[in-house]
């Protein structure tokens, strides 16, 4: 093989495992390399057990296959049960903590022939708290994003070829924009949330990382979000360039990355137009926060109430309403967001194919004391929208920085099949970030 197994997409490396040209193991053992190499680094992963996972490869290649998915490594970030590793939520209050069974989601994919090589590091909660020791492939005084820390990392460096995060705010776009991969959060509760430790249920979303489209739509397959039979052209797509309400907090990574797409977009035949959102959007951001400071004292009464001293400050104020929110508010923030779903879906048709927006403000920050800021996506979030994150450009950093397609609620095939078709254009640096990164 010319290409080393561990850098090959998901798509690739399936490719070859079906027609019987690499095996299970021969895969596992080069990512495990890679990890060997780089997580002393990197630190994407909180718990791995490299004989087991070899155990389980070998195994794999005894089996039949059962699709693109056999054999093909993962990362499941830990807030999501699996049944072979603890789920510690980054907690202290769950060290250790094993819950013996798999989540949904892991076991729809452990059941398609993945092979879970372990859990990746994550903001405590998924939420706030303890960061992530991860640090930032490109550059290890940079933060990988949060919470989806671990994943977004491990994917980035070639140390898996996929991972889960998850989305409340911005925590699965986010890191797929500072990682240089690519990302899907799905539309809302399009994937099972069981064995996911919840902060908001209105918000909270399990999305996965891959390294390119192809490796995206291999796992909507499997969750049964269908491949778009409609074929797809850059050519006079419709393409609504959206600098959303918090335009005013954009970085220059984030505007570079946001102008360098349009323009490619726009070179390569589609029609790239200004999209104006209705007024009522203007509120969404102030609604979401109230959402999660609500939803999230809910959600963290047991531990303020059993381990309070253990439980992050912050959640701790969640319980504490410190931030007192009224019914009123919290009725008006729900309300808010109930009356623009249906109207961003409405605003696609004849004029509008998809939506371009920022992944994030800029590049990774620097410091691992904070993740970034999810103010490009919690908008997107809390209108249960799908979205997928593509890298774009590095920043004169020489760090990535993405760009996402959004589409309405439940299009998610059809999102899939757009981003495809435009991934070639937007996306002109794949070798380039190959080789930043490869070897060691």
Same mark, same amino acid.
């Given at each position: 093989?010319?290409?080393?197994?561990?850098?090959?997409?998901?798509?690739?490396?399936?490719?070859?495992?079906?027609?019987?040209?690499?095996?299970?193991?021969?895969?596992?053992?080069?990512?495990?390399?890679?990890?060997?190499?780089?997580?002393?680094?990197?630190?994407?992963?909180?718990?791995?057990?490299?004989?087991?996972?070899?155990?389980?490869?070998?195994?794999?290649?005894?089996?039949?296959?059962?699709?693109?998915?056999?054999?093909?490594?993962?990362?499941?970030?830990?807030?999501?049960?699996?049944?072979?590793?603890?789920?510690?939520?980054?907690?202290?209050?769950?060290?250790?903590?094993?819950? #013996? %069974? /798999? *989540? +949904?989601? =892991?076991? $729809?994919?452990?059941?398609?022939?993945? !092979?879970?090589?372990?859990?990746?590091?994550?903001?405590?909660?998924?939420?706030?708290?303890?960061?992530?020791?991860?640090?930032?492939?490109?550059?290890?005084?940079?933060?990988?994003?949060?919470?989806?820390?671990?994943?977004?990392?491990?994917?980035?460096?070639?140390?898996?070829?996929?991972?889960?995060?998850?989305?409340?705010?911005?925590?699965?776009?986010?890191?797929?924009?500072?990682?240089?991969?690519?990302?899907?959060?799905?539309?809302?509760?399009?994937?099972?949330?069981?064995?996911?430790?919840?902060?908001?249920?209105?918000?909270?979303?399990?999305?996965?990382?891959?390294?390119?489209?192809?490796?995206?739509?291999?796992?909507?397959?499997?969750?049964?979000? #269908? %491949? /778009? *039979? +409609?074929? =797809?052209? $850059?050519?006079?797509?419709?393409?609504? !360039?959206?600098?959303?309400?918090?335009?005013?907090?954009?970085?220059?990574?984030?505007?570079?990355?946001?102008?360098?797409?349009?323009?490619?977009?726009?070179?390569?035949?589609?029609?790239?137009?200004?999209?104006?959102?209705?007024?009522?959007?203007?509120?969404?951001?102030?609604?979401?926060?109230?959402?999660?400071?609500?939803?999230?004292?809910?959600?963290?009464?047991?531990?303020?109430?059993?381990?309070?001293?253990?439980?992050?400050?912050?959640?701790?104020?969640?319980?504490?309403?410190?931030?007192?929110?009224?019914?009123?508010?919290?009725?008006?923030?729900?309300?808010?967001?109930?009356?623009?779903?249906?109207?961003?879906?409405?605003?696609?048709?004849?004029?509008?194919?998809?939506?371009?927006?920022?992944?994030?403000?800029?590049?990774?920050?620097?410091?691992?004391?904070?993740?970034?800021?999810?103010?490009?996506?919690?908008?997107?979030?809390?209108?249960?929208?799908?979205?997928?994150?593509?890298?774009?450009?590095?920043?004169?950093?020489?760090?990535?920085?993405?760009?996402?397609?959004?589409?309405?609620?439940?299009?998610?095939?059809?999102?899939?099949?757009?981003?495809?078709?435009?991934?070639?254009?937007?996306?002109?640096?794949?070798?380039?970030?190959?080789?930043?990164?490869?070897?060691?």
């Amino acid at each position: 093989m010319e290409t080393e197994p561990a850098r090959m997409t998901a798509a690739e490396a399936s490719a070859l495992i079906q027609a019987k040209k690499m095996s299970c193991e021969e895969l596992v053992g080069s990512c495990l390399a890679r990890v060997g190499a780089r997580d002393p680094i990197v630190k994407a992963w909180l718990s791995m057990d490299p004989g087991h996972v070899i155990r389980r490869a070998r195994e794999l290649d005894k089996l039949p296959s059962k699709g693109p998915l056999h054999g093909i490594p993962w990362g499941v970030k830990d807030v999501i049960d699996t049944a072979d590793y603890p789920t510690t939520q980054n907690s202290p209050i769950y060290d250790g903590l094993k819950m #013996g %069974r /798999d *989540a +949904a989601a =892991v076991a $729809v994919v452990r059941g398609a022939g993945a !092979l879970i090589m372990g859990k990746t590091d994550t903001v405590e909660f998924a939420s706030s708290g303890r960061k992530a020791l991860t640090t930032n492939p490109y550059n290890a005084a940079h933060t990988p994003g949060g919470s989806s820390s671990g994943s977004g990392a491990a994917v980035g460096d070639f140390q898996v070829q996929y991972a889960f995060g998850t989305q409340t705010g911005g925590s699965h776009i986010r890191p797929a924009s500072f990682n240089g991969i690519y990302g899907m959060k799905p539309s809302w509760n399009r994937v099972s949330r069981e064995g996911l430790r919840m902060a908001s249920p209105t918000l909270d979303t399990i999305g996965w990382y891959g390294r390119s489209v192809e490796d995206l739509a291999l796992v909507a397959e499997v969750f049964r979000i #269908g %491949r /778009d *039979a +409609a074929p =797809v052209s $850059v050519k006079g797509l419709r393409v609504g !360039l959206c600098r959303s309400p918090v335009w005013p907090r954009i970085e220059p990574g984030g505007e570079l990355a946001l102008t360098t797409a349009a323009k490619r977009l726009a070179d390569a035949g589609a029609i790239v137009e200004d999209l104006d959102l209705p007024d009522a959007f203007n509120g969404l951001d102030e609604a979401h926060a109230t959402i999660v400071q609500h939803e999230g004292g809910v959600s963290f009464l047991p531990e303020y109430i059993n381990a309070g001293p253990m439980l992050a400050a912050d959640l701790r104020a969640r319980v504490e309403n410190t931030a007192q929110i009224t019914a009123e508010r919290l009725l008006a923030a729900y309300a808010l967001a109930d009356r623009c779903r249906p109207m961003l879906d409405s605003l696609f048709g004849p004029d509008l194919d998809v939506i371009l927006t920022p992944s994030s403000r800029g590049e990774a920050p620097v410091g691992l004391h904070t993740t970034g800021e999810d103010v490009f996506n919690r908008m997107w979030t809390l209108l249960h929208a799908p979205n997928i994150g593509i890298p774009a450009c590095f920043a004169p950093s020489g760090l990535p920085v993405g760009v996402t397609l959004i589409a309405g609620r439940l299009t998610d095939a059809r999102l899939l099949a757009i981003a495809a078709a435009c991934a070639p254009a937007i996306d002109q640096e794949v070798e380039a970030r190959k080789r930043r990164l490869w070897p060691v």
